[in-house]
């Protein structure tokens, strides 16, 4: 009996039969309204089931910081050519004078879907569709950064040096045109 029940607090404490279970994904963005999102510099609506960014340079910032996570989303640009859009991670601030923060950034420029600058091997090759829904999955834990463009591995970084901070979408709309979002999901990790 009393081995048992060693057995029984061991497996408690690894998680494995306590009622816990893996994290699951939850929705940022519900489809419906711009509740848990505060929106800075810019204009956006909800349109169709997803975030139309309007006008402006600025963010679409998530309420609450995230640390480790893998987040979801899908995006479209509706400029015919020179798109620039791009998601920010793990930044606590925006710089004065300055629309967006200095890093770190998931790039949805034309010709650089899913680069993040700052890091040599963050250069996505995956192909994305020029006037069609794109999606992304990028993962962060502890200080490396990893994306996935439309369900293919595209890079993997180490050297992410916040270790939380805020998750927003970003407004470039002047240059870079509107851009569409949904399915934005987020599945915080358990710390290492």
């Known amino acids: 009996m009393k081995a048992i029940r060693i057995g029984l607090m061991a497996l408690a404490c690894l998680g494995v039969g306590g009622g816990q279970s893996a994290a699951e994904p939850v929705a940022l963005f519900d489809g419906k309204s711009l509740d848990g999102w505060d929106v800075i510099g810019c204009e956006a609506v909800v349109q169709d089931g997803a975030i139309l960014v309007k006008d402006g340079n600025g963010l679409i910032q998530a309420k609450g910081a995230f640390a480790d996570f893998v987040l979801e989303y899908e995006w479209k640009a509706l400029a015919a050519d020179m798109w620039d859009s791009g998601v920010y991670f793990r930044y606590d601030e925006v710089p004065e004078g300055r629309p967006w923060p200095k890093k770190y950034q998931v790039n949805l420029r034309k010709g650089m879907e899913g680069n993040i600058d700052g890091f040599p091997d963050g250069k996505s090759t995956v192909p994305t569709k020029a006037g069609d829904w794109n999606k992304f999955e990028l993962t962060v834990k502890g200080k490396t950064a990893s994306l996935k463009v439309n369900g293919q591995d595209a890079w993997r970084v180490d050297g992410i040096e916040k270790p939380s ?28």
Do not use: D, M
């Open 165 to 192: 901070g805020f998750i927003a979408l970003q407004a470039e709309v002047p240059k870079g045109g509107q851009f569409l979002f949904r399915n934005i999901r987020v599945t915080r990790l358990p710390a290492p």
